[in-house]
């Protein structure tokens, strides 16, 4: 079963959170987890903050995905002195529980946060996703997210186009780079190489089979 794991590609509907570091926008600052580097930074004086994000859609694949989840890295950077809230946004709507006490923990540092979707519906994955913050009043409340990515689970759908086939179709999409020779300890080498999408190593020998059938409907070695 192939997983997607990719960073955002555009900036969605809600776009209330600052920039602050090395990075020129908002959609950079959190493709990778670079620490104080470059970050978005809500604060919150009493007031909603929410920032969404678009991810390249997922095509082809069977509807509702295995499983799907929105996470980011996260630290709080001004404590403030009232009641916070923390909460990932996923499809475009505030989910699951108030991550705030997490954050706020004494030396968490920057920490993990994730919602996880389960077997979701593919527009649902395909919406937009992100954070949202609330600092009631105080002296207001900021928390800095690094590293926002988005996790699917799925399987590719049409006929007869099982996990393994479906990558044999990327495999086959650089078969220039590959030559004839493909052999299965080039296999994690080229799963990496072909970006968000990568197989388990289980499932390693089944795609390179799949793959040389594909080449050669004879081959059954």
């Keep these: ?21 090395t990075a020129p926008n908002k959609i950079a600052a ?6 104080d580097t470059d970050v978005i930074y ?38 403030g002195n009232a009641s ?9 709507a505030l989910v699951g529980a108030n991550l705030s006490a997490a954050i706020h923990a004494p030396g968490a540092g920057y920490t993990t ?4 979707a389960g077997g979701a519906a593919l527009a649902a994955v395909n919406g937009e996703h992100g954070v949202y913050m609330n600092g009631t009043s ?7 997210v690094t590293h926002v990515y988005r996790t699917v689970n799925f399987d590719y759908s049409g006929a007869a ?24 300890r080039d296999m994690p080498r080229l799963s990496k190489a072909l970006g968000n999408v990568r197989l388990r ?15 050669n409907p004879a081959w059954s070695a």
Excluded at 165 to 183: D, E, K, T
Aim: charged share 15%.
């Design 1 to 21: 079963m192939p997983i997607q794991v990719d960073v955002p590609n555009g900036i969605g509907a809600e776009n209330d959170w600052g920039l602050y570091g």
């Design 30 to 35: 959190v493709a990778s987890d670079n620490g």
């Design 42 to 79: 809500g604060f919150s004086h009493g007031r909603n903050v929410i920032q969404l994000y678009t991810f390249s859609p997922l095509l082809g694949v069977t509807d509702h995905v295995t499983a799907a989840s929105i996470s980011c890295r996260v630290r709080e950077y001004q404590p």
């Design 84 to 92: 916070r809230s923390f909460h990932m946004y996923w499809n475009s």
């Design 113 to 116: 946060q994730t919602y996880a």
């Design 138 to 144: 105080g002296t207001g409340w900021e928390v800095w």
């Design 161 to 184: 186009i099982s996990a393994d086939v479906g990558f044999s179709h990327l495999i086959s999409s650089i078969a220039a780079m590959i030559g004839a020779n493909l052999l299965l």
């Design 201 to 215: 190593p289980d499932e390693y020998e089944p795609a390179l089979r799949a793959w040389k059938t594909r080449k």
